[in-house]
Structures are given as C-alpha cells and as structure tokens.
C-alpha cells in the first residue's frame, strides 16, 4: 500500500484515507447520509424488518398521554428534538399535545437548513398551532446556546435509537454534553433498541430486498463519486453479524476477492486480499443496566421508561 504525504481538504477524505490504510480496515457510519443514502434509510424505515421504527411509533402512539404528562412543566415546556428527520414520530405527540391545548413550543435541531425548512411546512400545514421554532445547526452549538438563554423547562428529543451508532465511550460523551446544557428540572426523551432474539436483530440488518446492503455500499459509492475512486461495488459482500454478549450488531463489506483500489483524488491505492474486510457500523442494542450505566457515567439518572408491546424497544426518560 502506498500513502503519500497528503494534505486533506476535508474530514471526509482524511477519515476515508486513515479508515482504509488501517488494519483492519474501517469507514465510518456517518458517511452513510448523502443524497441517496438519505432515501435508503427512509426505505429502511418503511421495512417491516426494521422494527425500531414501527415499535417507537406504538410506543408513542399508545402511551402519548402518559409520555405528554411526564413533560408538562409549570410554566410550560420547550420541546427541543436532536435530528427531526421527517418527524413522523413526533408528529403523533405534536398532534396530542396540541390537541390538548398543552403549552409548549417545538425546536427541531438540524444541521441542514433544508430538512428544517420541509419540517416547519409540514408541521404548518398539519398541525397548525404548533409553535414551531427551527434551531440550524450542530445539536451542541444549538443546545449551549438555549442553556444560556432559556429559562423554560426543557425536553429533549433523541429518538430511532440513533445512540446505537456509538461506541459506549463515544456514547457517554455525547450524553454527556447533553447533560451539560441541561438544568436540574429538564428531561431527555430517549430511544434505545433493546437486547432481543438474535435472529430478529439478523433481519433488520440483512433485508431479502438488499436494501440494507445498497445502504452499506452506498458508502463506497460515495467515495467513487467525491473521491474520483474505481471500488467495483458489486465485488463487495454486505455481511452483518451480531454479539448477543455484548449486544453489538456489527456490518461490514468483504472483498469477494483480491483487487486494488484507486482513490485518485486522495493519491491512494488501497489493496484487498480476498475476504479481507471493511467494517462500516455498528448498532447497539441495550438493556436496562447498560442503559443506566450509560447514564450514570454521563450525569444522568433514568426516571422513567417506555416500552412496546413486544418489549423489543425502550424509550426513557432522565434528568440529571
Ligand atoms: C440510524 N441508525 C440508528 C440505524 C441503525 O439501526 O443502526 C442505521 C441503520 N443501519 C442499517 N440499517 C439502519
């Protein structure tokens, strides 16, 4: 393999280089998320397989009133949401308390100004009293900014168990600077997919359709596109395993057989034996004790929790 010295014009191409002159060779998840990753993760979604999305739905769907009550705060509350998305799921609670004339403003933070524009109209146009008030920008920078100037009680949304995607030290950084900006009085909303049949965790991860492997090659294309680079995508395996012991689902791509690859834009060959391995994700699963270990080490404490019907998904509440 031949790295030469090389000045990187962006994060991503420093992390694509690092990630495959590694051993054993890695990308990162968060490189997922283009244009057409973006649509694979709403077909992902919309995958009977893919249960988190269905079970936090019933979750909130079903117990919106008990959740709703657990929010309320004397003077009201600001409803602050990390990466809205589509809002599908918020929507529900949105509907509920509006419908109850419960006085709170919604916050989604996104850090495209795009998604948040999509979000105020369909909010609008579908639950009109809502008080929408879109932050952009990186959910730290947004959420300092409102621990300095909001008085209010504040409730902070992180739903579809995207923590998952963290390593626990990674994870417990995050909770943590989440805890910091929070008050004595504020909540966090969580969701965390829970420890299950192993075989179901298989299956979301490994959908008949190919969806979930286009998801993970997505990033390879990715990196053909942006990065002037020749990987033959179809010569790559989407192989995802899972640790019951641990709880760690893990994707990777396999090389299906030796080759190398050009990244011109970085100067980089990158050789592959055959079945050598790139490891794309992680998704973690939980259960209460890790949960609460996580918590622990962020400055946080659980108070409440959520479940679905068939107990695959949790939903929790903390404060600090
Ligand atoms: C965004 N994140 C929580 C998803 C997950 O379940 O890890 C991303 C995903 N990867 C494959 N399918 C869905």
């Known amino acids: 393999m031949t790295i030469k010295t090389k000045t990187y014009t962006s994060t991503f191409e420093e992390d694509v280089a690092k990630g495959l002159s590694s051993f054993p060779k890695s990308l990162s998840s968060k490189y ?10 709403q077909d992902i979604m919309a995958m009977p397989t893919y249960y988190l999305t269905d079970c936090e ?8 009133e008990e959740i709703s009550a657990a929010f309320q705060g004397e003077d009201g509350f600001d409803l602050i949401e990390l990466g809205a998305g589509d809002g599908k799921k918020t929507k529900v609670l949105l509907k509920y308390l509006s419908d109850n004339k ?3 403003s919604y916050l989604p933070i ?12 369909s909010v609008q146009k579908e639950i009109p009293n809502v008080d929408i008030q879109p932050q952009q920008g990186t959910y730290f920078e947004v959420l300092e900014n409102l621990a300095q100037y909001n008085t209010r009680k504040k409730v902070i949304l992180f739903l ?17 600077n989440i805890q910091e900006g929070m008050n004595d009085n504020d909540l966090l909303f969580m969701g ?26 997505n990033i390879l294309h990715r990196i053909n596109t942006e990065l ?22 893990k994707s990777y791509l396999v090389s299906q057989k030796e080759q190398t690859v050009q990244i011109n834009k970085l100067q980089l060959e990158v050789p592959f034996k055959a079945w050598e391995t790139i490891h794309t994700e992680i998704s973690q699963k939980y259960d209460d004790d ?31």
Do not use: C, R
Not at 228 to 249: K, M, S
Not at 301 to 309: E, K, P, R
């Open 57 to 64: 739905y019933e979750i909130i769907a079903l117990q919106k």
């Open 102 to 104: 419960i006085d709170f």
């Open 192 to 217: 965390f997919d829970q420890k299950k049949y192993p075989q179901t965790i298989l299956d979301a991860y490994n959908d008949k359709e190919g969806i979930t492997a286009a998801f993970n090659k």
């Open 110 to 121: 996104d850090i495209s100004q795009n998604v948040l524009d999509g979000l105020k109209e």
């Open 160 to 176: 579809g168990s995207n923590i998952g995607n963290l390593l626990h030290p990674q994870a417990i950084d995050f909770l943590a």
């Open 32 to 41: 997922f998320y283009d244009k057409k990753g973006d649509k694979l993760f």
């Open 290 to 320: 890790i949960v609460s270990w996580l918590a622990n080490e962020s400055g946080l404490h659980m108070v409440n929790q959520f479940t679905d019907s068939n107990h695959y998904y949790k939903n929790y509440i903390f404060k600090k």
């Open 228 to 249: 002037d680079a020749n990987f033959d995508v179809d010569q790559f395996l989407h192989w995802e395993v899972y640790d019951p012991e641990t709880g760690t689902a």
